[in-house]
C-alpha cells in the first residue's frame, strides 16, 4: 500500500531563516506530487505541482520555491522566511486515477 | 477561474441524525470533484471521489452525488456518529488531466453525543 511522508511535523522559524521541508511517497512510482499551503480563514491553496523528476510548476509567485530531486521525493524550500509564510503545508500524491492523498501535514509559524 | 463553495460553515447536529454537506461550483466543466474529511492539525483523508460522468458514489455511511449542470455537489452522511465530527472538504479538477485541485473553505460538523 501507499504511504505519504512529512517532516517535520511542526517547526517554528525566525522571518529571514531558510527553510527546508520534505515529503516522500512509499508503495508508488511516478506519482504527481503537490505542495499546498492551509493558512486560517483561508482554502487550501496549490503551491507547486511535479509530474516527474526535475518538473515543477509554480501556481503562485511568492518566495517559496520546490525541487523533486528523485521520484518520490519532494521538496518545499526558502531562502528567506516571512510572516506570511505560517501556516500549515500539506503534501499530496495522486497517479493515473486523479484521486490525490495527502500527507500529515506541517505546522510552519514564523516568529 | 474556478470557485468552490461550501454552505454551512459549520453545523451541528444531534447523534444518530441524518445530514447532508453542500457543495457548489461556478465551472460545470470538471474532470472529477473529491470529498475529504480534515480532523483538527491533521491531514486530509479522501473520502470519495466522482468521476465527471458519474452522479453518484457510496462508500458506508457516506453517499456523494454529483450535478454538473447546475455545479452542485452533496455529501449525505446517514445516522451520524460523534466520531464523524471533523471539516468536510470538496475539490473540484478542472480539465481533464490538470491534477490541479481547487478547494472550498470546508464545513466544520460537530455531531453532539
Known amino acids: 500500500s501507499q504511504t505519504i511522508h512529512q517532516w517535520p511535523a511542526t517547526l517554528v522559524q525566525p522571518v529571514g531563516s531558510p527553510l527546508s521541508l520534505e515529503c516522500t511517497v512509499e508503495?508508488?512510482?511516478?506519482?504527481?506530487l503537490y505542495w499546498y499551503r492551509q493558512a486560517a480563514g483561508r482554502g487550501l491553496q496549490l503551491l507547486f505541482y511535479s509530474v516527474g523528476i526535475g518538473q515543477i510548476s509554480s501556481e503562485v509567485p511568492q518566495n517559496l520555491s520546490a525541487s523533486r530531486p528523485q521520484d518520490r521525493q519532494f521538496i518545499l524550500s526558502s531562502k528567506k522566511l516571512l510572516l506570511s509564510d505560517s501556516g500549515f503545508y500539506l503534501c499530496a500524491w495522486s497517479s493515473g486515477g486523479h484521486e490525490q492523498f495527502f500527507g500529515p501535514g506541517t505546522r510552519l509559524t514564523v516568529l | 477561474k474556478q470557485e468552490v463553495t461550501q454552505i454551512p460553515a459549520a453545523l451541528s447536529v444531534p447523534e444518530g441524525e441524518n445530514l447532508v454537506l453542500n457543495c457548489s461550483f461556478t465551472?460545470?466543466?470538471?474532470?472529477?470533484l473529491q470529498w475529504f474529511r480534515q480532523d483538527p492539525g491533521k491531514g486530509l483523508t479522501s473520502l470519495l471521489l466522482i468521476q465527471s460522468s458519474q452522479r453518484e458514489q457510496t462508500s458506508g455511511r457516506l453517499n456523494a452525488s454529483l450535478d454538473k449542470s447546475s455545479g452542485r455537489s452533496t455529501l449525505y452522511i446517514a445516522a451520524s456518529q460523534p466520531g464523524d465530527s471533523a471539516t468536510y472538504l470538496c475539490a473540484v479538477e478542472s480539465g481533464a488531466g490538470s491534477y490541479q485541485l481547487t478547494f472550498g473553505k470546508g464545513t466544520k460538523l460537530s455531531v453532539i453525543p
Open positions: 508503495g508508488t512510482s511516478n506519482p504527481n
Open positions: 465551472d460545470s466543466a470538471i474532470y472529477n
